[in-house]
């Protein structure tokens, strides 16, 4: 079955960065666009970026779009997400999904990562 296993989260202070990466297996992964949700305590799943198969395809949210940055590696079916200057509102759990559906929302999750940005 597909498996999407996200690591690299941690506590942060403002104006820091960290690297988000999700492994997978179970599909043919250079097959597969690929994409990062965050959720918040109280607040829905937001989507944060996406990649399409190949990589040369990416998407932001607005509210990441220069500081965040997606990248694949098809080889060993890893999907990463570089995060810049980051912010205590980029605080949450980091959800890597793929499998996704034009609703916004998508058929395979990992178990989440949590970042904190905190001083």
């Known amino acids: 079955q597909v498996q999407l296993v996200e690591s690299g989260g941690g506590v942060v202070q403002p104006g820091g960065s960290l690297r988000l990466s999700c492994a997978a297996s179970?599909?043919?992964?250079?097959?597969?666009?690929m994409a990062w949700f965050r959720q918040t305590p109280g607040k829905e799943r937001e989507f944060v970026a996406y990649?399409?198969?190949?990589?040369?395809?990416?998407n932001y949210a607005d509210s990441v779009k220069g500081r965040f940055t997606i990248f694949r590696d098809n080889t060993r079916s890893t999907v990463d997400l570089q995060m810049n200057s980051l912010g205590p509102e980029d605080t949450a759990v980091y959800y890597c999904?793929?499998?996704?559906?034009?609703?916004?929302?998508?058929?395979?999750w990992g178990q989440g990562t949590q970042v904190t940005v905190s001083s």
């Open positions: 999904a793929t499998g996704l559906r034009s609703s916004g929302t998508a058929d395979y």
């Open positions: 990649i399409n198969w190949s990589g040369d395809t990416t």
């Open positions: 179970g599909l043919t992964f250079n097959m597969y666009a």
